[in-house]
């Protein structure tokens, strides 16, 4: 399913301006712990205001590279350069970067005040300076009155709304947070995303955030990288992510889609097409595919389920294939089928509901035809 940004898109996209100098540059950096590689070879540039979500599953090397820029984990080899200035070998506390922890690690005995004060006190700044700033964060995380109370007289939210205010007042040009909502429980965790990339946007620190929920990436990130094994299989922005997977484990990580394997068939330069011949469907997909591959190279073919429309009798269409209805899942707002075709493919089709009349209504066992256009077909190596 695809997921709205909670974001304002970006007025300039300094990734795409060749002239933009990245705010933090991390190259060729590699992390092994024996034999695994919790980071390897990673190179990424992050512009300033960014929020840039670290995302993969569990053991990818997310919390690594994190502290990797923390200064927390020093790498094997490669180098991180902030504003131009190489950081590599400076010990965490002389880094512009703070870091927001998973369980927060409030102090249970400092009211909100101190909490957000300690690090301040610890700089040496004069006590006025520290009230106007412990003021400015209570009211930058919109908790002006909540100030004299203690971390357990606090909501889930507040706590993190607490941690995240400690974390800013010491004003670090990155904020690095690992699983900053993972504490909360859904509906918390849905509202506090809005405020987390409300407060970002309001003071224009750059954010890296490590999540392995991809709706979390997807809602709150200017840009995101997906990682896998260490490794950085894609960067993109939300968007650019869902629509144009450059792997087929991105496509399937990132939202739900059907995969057809099959081998190049024909290719039409001219229109921007290929043919793969697919097995389990027993016939060709037209897909726009510009750069040129050879005929026979196998390939796998990802089709989001919104973007196959449904229909009872046979369509003039780029694709279409016929099934039976085997699954019927109703979500409320959409329902999602799967269609199993003769030749065994089993298709995953989604159809939003937008009037209320406009229930599932196909049944078990139904006959359904199926096409998609050739733009919404993505041809990837397997
Ligand atoms: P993630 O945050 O994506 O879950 P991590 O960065 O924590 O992943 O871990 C990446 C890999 O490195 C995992 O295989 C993990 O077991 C390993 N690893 C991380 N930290 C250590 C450590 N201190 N000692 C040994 N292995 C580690
Ligand atoms: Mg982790």
């Known amino acids: 399913m695809a997921q709205p940004s909670i974001r304002r898109p970006a007025p300039v996209a ?25 980071c390897d070879d990673v190179s990424l540039d992050i512009y300033q205001g ?29 180098t991180v350069m902030i504003d131009g200035v190489d950081i590599s070998n400076l010990p965490p506390y002389e880094r512009p970067v703070n870091m927001m922890f998973q369980s927060y690690a409030l102090f ?56 995240l205010a400690r974390a800013l007042a010491k004003q670090p040009k990155l904020l690095l947070l690992d699983e900053p909502l993972g504490a909360l429980d859904r509906k918390l965790r849905e509202h506090t995303q809005f405020e987390l990339v409300n407060i970002q946007e309001r003071v224009g620190t750059t954010f890296v955030m490590v999540t392995h929920d991809q709706e979390e990436a997807m809602t709150m990130a200017s840009r995101l990288a997906v990682m896998n094994f260490g490794r950085i299989e894609q960067v993109s922005t939300p968007a650019g992510m869902y629509e144009y997977p450059a792997s087929r484990f991105v496509a399937e990580f990132i939202g739900a889609t059907n995969i057809f394997e099959g081998r190049i068939a024909s290719q039409d330069e001219g229109e921007g097409t290929v043919r793969v011949y697919c097995d ?18 196998p390939v796998a073919v990802s089709v989001r389920p919104e973007k196959i429309d449904v229909h009872e009798t046979r369509p003039e269409a780029d694709n279409v294939a016929m099934g039976r209805v085997a ?16 030749a065994g493919a089993v298709i995953r089709v989604q159809e939003t509901h937008i009037v209320r009349s406009s229930e599932p209504h196909y049944d078990w066992d139904d006959t359904l035809y199926l096409s998609w256009e050739a733009g919404s077909a993505v041809v990837l190596p397997t």
Request: charge should be positive; glycine fraction near 10%; hydrophobic fraction near 40%.
């Open 280 to 297: 389990a469907l027993g016939s060709e997909i037209l897909a726009r595919h510009a750069d040129p591959i050879p005929v026979g190279t």
């Open 50 to 78: 960014e929020l840039f979500a670290l995302l993969g599953g569990s053991g990818s090397g997310k919390s690594t590279l994190l502290r990797i820029l923390a200064g927390l984990v020093k790498p094997d080899r490669g």
């Open 108 to 163: 249970p005995h400092m009211t909100v005040e101190q909490n957000i004060a300690f690090g301040l006190k610890q700089d040496r700044l004069s006590a006025a300076e520290v009230r106007d700033r412990v003021a400015q964060m209570l009211e930058l995380v919109r908790m002006p009155d909540l100030g004299k109370r203690k971390p357990d007289q606090l909501s889930g939210g507040q706590r993190q709304r607490v941690a």
């Open 14 to 38: 300094p990734w795409q301006d060749p002239a933009a100098q990245p705010f933090l540059r991390i190259q060729n950096v590699t992390k092994t712990y024996g034999k695994v590689y919790a």
């Open 327 to 342: 699954e019927i899942a109703y979500l409320g707002d959409v329902s999602i089928y799967q269609v199993k075709t003769p």
